[in-house]
């Protein structure tokens, strides 16, 4: 491998360096420099002007479009979902005569159970 | 160690910019345009295509404005920007037209004013040159970048652009060859 130190130059390399110069010397003018100014902030201020959905590509778009649909529509079958969940594990806590009250169920036991055991009083003795 | 002047002044510009002032960035751009285009004409093949990777390179560097630390050096950031940009278009003309470089070549922006002889040969001898090490010697020699801001722009090693340019150098010697001294 060749190590090259310093920046290799020679005597001729002014010439060759001056004529780089020459070819790739930049616009003189200053309106070219203005005009340039103003297709680059032409640009910009388009690019500062844009939604955020402009982002995407037209079929992107449309996509991130029917996706917020579809989950819109997920989330409200969920949420009735979880409603009528609900209510039926409340039906098989209660069970289906939950409207009569459970103290009166008791009470009707107590008394039929009193009625029984004066039955069996009566027919013992 | 205080800052210049300068640099004060561009990092006010800067956090203006971050904050949504298109005045404050089109200070910067006033301030970078001709290092910009400088830096994206080394690199493509014609003037236009250096304006496209400028326009380009500040439009990027507007949409990364909110990633840049105001300490650092704004000029460097934004020429590494326009170079990727210029590279970019680079890989895109040739995959497109890969015949296009001797007809590019030999249509600068401007006339330098110097002999037909001279033109026609630096024209030749850069077609000669591999992009990277075109792209190194006008940096080096025309914009006066040193090897290791060559070799961040160009994300190559400091010593990959100091070969580079030994050996366009050499090239351009060789093809120019006393020409000078002969007009």
Partial sequence: MKLIHGDGRDWSDDEVQEALRAHYAPP???????????????RVRAEAAREWWTYFPGWVRYGVAAAAVAALVVGIATWQT?????????????GPGSEVPILTESVTDRSRSQREQTLRYLLSH | MSESPERVHEQGLVIAAQ???????????????????????SIV??????????????????????????????GAWLH?????????????????????????????FRDPGESDELRRRLESALTTLGERQRSVIVLHD?????????????????GTARSDLHHARARLREALGGIRSKL
């Fill in chain 1, 28 to 42: 003189g003018g200053d309106s070219y420099w203005a005009s340039l100014e103003r297709r680059i902030l032409t």
């Fill in chain 2, 19 to 41: 904050k949504g002032d298109t005045e404050a960035f089109a200070a910067l751009v006033r301030l970078h345009q001709r290092r910009a285009y400088a830096v994206a004409r």
């Fill in chain 2, 80 to 108: 590494r920007i326009v170079a990727n940009a210029a590279l970019d278009i680079t890989r895109r003309k040739k995959v497109r037209d890969a015949d296009a470089l001797s007809d590019t070549i030999a249509s600068p």
């Fill in chain 2, 142 to 158: 025309v914009e006066g970048y040193k090897h290791s801001e060559i070799g961040r722009m160009l994300g190559i090693p400091e």
């Fill in chain 2, 45 to 74: 093949l014609t003037h236009e295509d250096a304006e496209d990777a400028v326009q380009e390179g500040f439009l990027h560097a507007f949409r990364a404005l909110d990633r840049f630390l105001p300490d650092q050096a704004f």
């Fill in chain 1, 82 to 94: 979880s409603i009528a969940q609900e209510r039926i594990a409340y039906d098989e806590i209660l």
